[in-house]
């Protein structure tokens, strides 16, 4: 799995890239074939009062891409917000990839 964590006007200290990991093991625990994470890290330079600090992230899994993102006063929550809109849809997904369907059970009359 490549998991790239970058920041746009902000500097990714290494508390806030150790958050990040801990939290996407979560996504990475549910599903197990995530082929790569890339998240993004906004502060935006607008003079909002609220919800200025972004979270973005791409996944690519095995079948199809996910994104999701998520805007908040704190950065931290703004990533908790974004794992669970992400681990929201890594469940979905895999639920989509299981084969529902039973086999049919052959009479032998």
Same mark, same amino acid.
């Given at each position: 799995?490549?998991? &790239? *964590?970058s920041?746009?006007? $902000?500097?990714?200290?290494?508390? $806030?890239?150790? +958050?990040? !990991? &801990? !939290?996407? %093991?979560? *996504?990475?625990?549910?599903?197990?074939?995530?082929?790569?994470?890339?998240?993004l $890290? &906004?502060?935006?330079? @607008?003079?909002? !009062?609220?919800? /200025? @600090? /972004?979270?973005?992230?791409? *996944?690519?899994?095995?079948? #199809?891409?996910?994104?999701?993102? #998520? #805007?908040?006063?704190?950065? +931290?929550?703004?990533?908790?917000?974004l794992? %669970?809109?992400?681990?929201? @849809?890594?469940? /979905?997904?895999?639920?989509? =990839? @299981? %084969?529902?369907?039973? #086999? &049919?059970? !052959?009479?032998? =009359?």
């Amino acid at each position: 799995m490549n998991l &790239t *964590i970058s920041g746009h006007h $902000l500097e990714v200290t290494p508390a $806030l890239n150790n +958050y990040v !990991k &801990t !939290k996407l %093991d979560r *996504i990475t625990r549910h599903f197990d074939q995530v082929v790569d994470i890339k998240v993004l $890290l &906004t502060v935006e330079k @607008q003079k909002e !009062k609220e919800r /200025r @600090q /972004r979270a973005e992230c791409n *996944i690519h899994v095995k079948g #199809s891409d996910l994104f999701a993102e #998520s #805007s908040h006063a704190d950065l +931290y929550a703004a990533v908790d917000e974004l794992v %669970d809109k992400l681990d929201r @849809q890594v469940v /979905r997904h895999k639920d989509r =990839m @299981q %084969d529902h369907h039973h #086999s &049919t059970v !052959k009479r032998l =009359m």
